[in-house]
């Protein structure tokens, strides 16, 4: 009987020392990932605003149907509104 605990207490500590070292690994490789610092080269985006430009946005936004879900002026609207389902606002 005596043998069969201190068997028993034995797999006990070992289960228990796995779950720690798990645990430990898990928290050791997430906080790693979570504070991962990425070196980026930040790039300048030429945004033109000549008139021909602006036109062609209107009709690029008009054609693929942007203007149907975010507004004759992209503005944002109200998409859905369903008590059932829930709100959903297009972003401006
Ligand atoms: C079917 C409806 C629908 C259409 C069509 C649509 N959008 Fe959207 N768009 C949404 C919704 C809804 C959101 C907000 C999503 C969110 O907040 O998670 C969104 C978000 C965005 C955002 C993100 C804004 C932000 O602040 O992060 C951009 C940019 C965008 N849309 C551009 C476009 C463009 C460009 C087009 C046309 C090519 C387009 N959308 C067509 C519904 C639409």
């Not at 796995?18 to 930040?42: C, E, G, H």
């Not at 602006?54 to 008009?62: K, L, Q, W």
């Amino acid at each position: 009987m005596k043998t069969l605990l201190k068997w028993l207490g034995i797999i006990f500590a070992v289960l228990v020392g796995l779950i720690v070292i798990l645990v430990a690994a898990v928290f050791i490789m997430s906080n790693t990932r979570l504070n991962k610092v990425y070196s980026i080269q930040v790039e300048s985006v030429a945004v033109p605003s000549d008139p021909e430009s602006i036109e062609y946005g209107r009709h690029v936004a008009t054609i693929r149907a942007c203007i149907d879900c975010h507004g004759p002026d992209l503005g944002g609207r109200t998409m859905l509104d369903d008590p059932m389902i829930g709100q959903i606002y297009t972003a401006t």
